[in-house]
């Protein structure tokens, strides 16, 4: 008998492939679908890939009586309640190499953004006007960039960062300093990086120590004149302090890709507000990055199903069950 997989997200088709020739899968995947739609196809479902769209929490894994494997088309799993899957005995992993580009390409889009007031100057001129004054920028040259989060995709944009002739400090409690000292990177606390920093890139997990690290009492330690960009996790950021901060001249400005809420709520203080440049979460949307995911969790749950073998398990206590 097949093993079944479910795919609740719209994925590249390259996934649906690579399961149908693997021999020993069935596959379902519908695309995108409501949460009730959900509930009721998951029960027979031997492994889910996902993205970020469906939230598998404690009602879906009671649902989910055969679910032995979750592959998630990207790297975060904030939507996924690993403690319920790991009690449940479901491996749940990543994809951790095919946004890596993707994400550290649009980071550094952003900050340049930033920097230079592209999208507010591209506005102005489309509205017929002819304004220099209005949006005199800053050179990242010489400028220190603090990266908070030294993975892949912090590796990454400190890399570009550098080729931009930055000095960068990187904080990550998991990273020896000697892994950033072989490409220059600097290795410093929390409050270092806070104090020195003029732009701040946000590439940590959401954890209970990192969620809303982003606040009035932080901010209060940093350069008035920094700039912060978030292409990570939205909750990383209190919305409502930043926007304070900017409001009063306290931060330079902003550019998000991610919310916490999203779409973001009309009345969230950070849309509109001038300094602010805003992209509705397409760090990893690009061709090249959703083909590379959906190959890499499509690969996950072959083997995860034909051959026992788990890979970029992201609840390894579960690999102990």
Do not use: C
Request: charged letters at 20%; aromatic letters at 4%; glycine letters at 8%.
């Amino acid at each position: 008998m097949a093993y079944q997989v479910l795919i609740p997200d719209n994925v590249h088709e390259t996934a649906l492939t690579i399961l149908a020739e693997a021999g020993g899968i069935d596959y379902h995947a519908p695309g995108k679908i409501p949460r009730d739609e959900l509930l009721s196809a998951v029960p027979s479902a031997d492994a889910l890939i996902i993205r970020s769209g469906s939230k598998i929490d404690a009602e879906v894994f009671a649902a989910a009586a055969n679910l032995k494997a979750i592959a998630r088309a990207g790297v975060g799993v904030d939507n996924v309640d690993l403690a319920e899957a790991t009690a449940r005995g479901v491996r749940v992993m990543n994809t951790p190499n095919g946004n890596t580009i993707a994400t550290a390409e649009h980071t550094f889009g952003l900050m340049l953004a930033l920097a230079r007031h592209i999208p507010q100057a591209h506005r102005s001129l489309s509205e017929g006007k002819w304004d220099r004054k209005s949006f005199m920028g800053t050179e990242l040259r010489g400028k220190t960039l603090g990266v908070i989060g030294f993975g892949r995709i912090g590796r990454a944009v400190a890399v570009r960062a550098l080729a931009f002739e930055m000095q960068v400090l990187a904080y990550d409690p998991y990273i020896p300093a000697e892994a950033m000292a072989e490409i220059g990177v600097r290795s410093a606390t929390l409050d270092e990086l806070y104090a020195a920093a003029d732009f701040i890139t946000l590439h940590t997990l959401l954890t209970d120590e990192t969620r809303e690290m982003i606040n009035a009492a932080t901010i209060g330690q940093m350069k008035s004149s920094v700039r912060i960009i978030d292409a990570a996790r939205g909750a990383l950021v209190n919305e409502a302090d930043l926007a304070d901060a900017i409001k009063s001249g306290r931060v330079a400005g902003a550019a998000l890709d991610v919310y916490q809420q999203e779409p973001p709520e009309p009345d969230n203080p950070l849309i509109g507000l001038p300094g602010v440049v805003h992209t509705p979460h397409l760090a990893a949307s690009t061709d090249d990055a959703q083909v590379a995911v959906a190959v890499e969790a499509a690969q996950l749950v072959v083997a995860a199903l034909l051959t026992g073998e788990y890979r970029n398990v992201v609840n390894p206590e579960v690999l102990a069950k």
